[in-house]
T-cell receptor, first 110, second 115 residues
Framework: LAKTTQPISMDSYEGQEVNITCSHNNIATNDYITWYQQFPSQGPRFIIQGYKTKVTNEVASLFIPADRKSSTLSLPRVSLSDTAVYYCLVGADSNYQLIWGAGTKLIIKP | GAVVSQHPSWVICKSGTSVKIECRSLDFQATTMFWYRQFPKQSLMLMATSNEGSKATYEQGVEKDKFLINHASLTLSTLTVTSAHPEDSSFYIC???????????FGDGTRLSIL
């Protein structure tokens, strides 16, 4: 079972690029890496998912090194509305025990 | 796309009442649905996983007779908190996944307060 470790909190400023790294040393061969954003009193919102190398969509990029023991979520040009908790999730279809880490509280300042 | 609706968004009821929460995938068929519980300032805690037409798989420490889960169709799962007590008060969130390699998509959660 993979277990994730993320920084508890991070601060940044509007317009900056923010990178949040997640460690998952025990990731299994068939595990995907998924990132979610959560605002208070709401369900998590899917941001991006990847298996290896780099994935990019309209809101973020996900970098995964060859050993897959970590991953980095990159948010370009953040705004105040990006202030939220970000979770890294590692899991696969056959593994129902999808383990959520503590998440990273990201605070964006003006 | 990938919209999950959860209802109700909040409920307040007396101790001893049973409460049902619905989770619907609106624009996709969900092979698997998940139920989570979240305490303030904490991460999500998986309670159970259910596949359509099968019995739910509960995580260790979750009472299956207390938290009844039904996944009767590919678009609907329900969580019933039976004989709820104040310690059951929490934020309950469901998610749905189309296939194994697809991400989960979440409802907006249900705030349950038991008086």
């Amino acid at each position: 079972l993979a277990k994730t470790t993320q920084p508890i909190s991070m601060d940044s400023y509007e317009g900056q690029e923010v990178n949040i790294t997640c460690s998952h040393n025990n990731i299994a061969t068939n595990d995907y890496i998924t990132w979610y954003q959560q605002f208070p009193s709401q369900g998590p919102r899917f941001i991006i998912q990847g298996y290896k190398t780099k994935v990019t969509n309209e809101v973020a990029s996900l970098f995964i090194p060859a050993d897959r023991k970590s991953s980095t979520l990159s948010l370009p040009r953040v705004s105040l509305s990006d202030t939220a908790v970000y979770y890294c999730l590692v899991g696969a279809d056959s593994n129902y025990q999808l383990i959520w880490g503590a998440g990273t509280k990201l605070i964006i300042k003006p | 796309g990938a919209v999950v609706s959860q209802h109700p968004s909040w409920v307040i009821c007396k101790s001893g009442t049973s409460v049902k929460i619905e989770c619907r995938s609106l624009d996709f068929q969900a092979t698997t649905m998940f139920w989570y519980r979240q305490f303030p300032k904490q991460s999500l805690m998986l309670m159970a996983t259910s596949n359509e037409g099968s019995k739910a798989t509960y995580e260790q420490g979750v009472e299956k007779d207390k938290f009844l889960i039904n996944h009767a169709s590919l678009t609907l799962s329900t969580l019933t908190v039976t004989s709820a007590h104040p310690e059951d008060s929490s934020f309950y969130i469901c998610s749905a996944r189309a296939q194994g390699d697809q991400p989960q998509h979440f409802g907006d959660g249900t705030r349950l307060s038991i008086l």
